[in-house]
């Protein structure tokens, strides 16, 4: 069943702008991550957020997580070409710590 | 974190034959996953694989269909057997990015599966 939910679905900006990728879930987490890929490629481990945790930072990514609101948001700056990819959340499952569910992603396009 | 080597990265097969991926983890990993991401789809769980014990799977898929082996800490395969077109995925296998869990995941660079 899907957890995670990501808006958008497509994203197009200028190479430069900030893109802000959102992700809603429904129920109780211990952690909330987000992956990137490209192509339809293995998937890259960007950051993992703890419920406890408000904000993280990675280099250029920005994560926010409210859990009252049982949202994230995943803010790329100064976004580059090689960002061009979709970006999923994951959750993981609350009885079970081997398993996270995938939102079904936002693709992200970076125009020259 | 673990680096993973699978493949192959792509193969094209005829329907009612079977395809086994592998993956190689460079390191001992209690735990491998494996997940079929259908065309523009998200992932989906197919199992979990312990060394030393049958997979566990998830709901909606058998082993019969996914027949998965887990001979040592650092290798599994999945096999797509009897495939259909609607086998047509790419599917990835998974390993925890540090012991213990709760720190994420790293993938290998997937398996894109063609059922002609």
């Known amino acids: 069943s899907q957890q995670g939910e990501e808006d958008p679905q497509a994203l197009s900006i200028q190479e430069g702008e900030n893109a802000t990728m959102n992700c809603s879930y429904k129920t109780s987490i211990n952690n909330l991550q987000w992956y990137r890929q490209n192509s339809g490629r293995g998937l890259v481990h960007l950051i993992l957020i703890r419920s406890n945790e408000r904000e993280k930072h990675s280099g250029r990514l920005r994560v926010t997580l409210d859990t009252s609101k049982k949202s994230s948001s995943l803010l790329i700056t100064a976004s580059r070409a090689a960002d061009t990819a979709s970006y999923f959340c994951a959750t993981d499952v609350g009885n079970r710590d081997d398993k996270i569910i995938f939102g079904k992603g936002t693709r992200l396009h970076i125009l020259p | 974190s673990a680096v993973i080597s699978q493949k192959p990265s792509r193969d094209i097969c005829q329907r009612g034959t079977s395809l086994t991926i592998q993956c190689q983890v460079d390191?001992?990993?209690?735990?491998m996953f494996w997940y079929r991401q259908q065309p523009g789809q998200s992932l989906t769980l197919i199992a979990t694989?312990?060394?030393?014990?049958?997979?566990?799977?998830e709901s909606g898929f058998v082993i019969d269909k996914f027949p998965i082996s887990r001979p040592n800490l650092t290798f599994s395969t999945l096999t797509v057997s009897n495939m259909s077109p609607e086998d047509s995925s790419i599917y990835l296998c998974?390993?925890?990015?540090?012991?213990?869990?709760?720190?994420?995941?790293?993938f290998g660079s997937g398996t894109r599966l063609t059922v002609v």
């Open positions: 694989a312990n060394q030393g014990s049958e997979a566990t799977y």
């Open positions: 998974s390993v925890e990015l540090r012991a213990g869990g709760g720190y994420g995941y790293t």
């Open positions: 390191s001992q990993v209690t735990m």
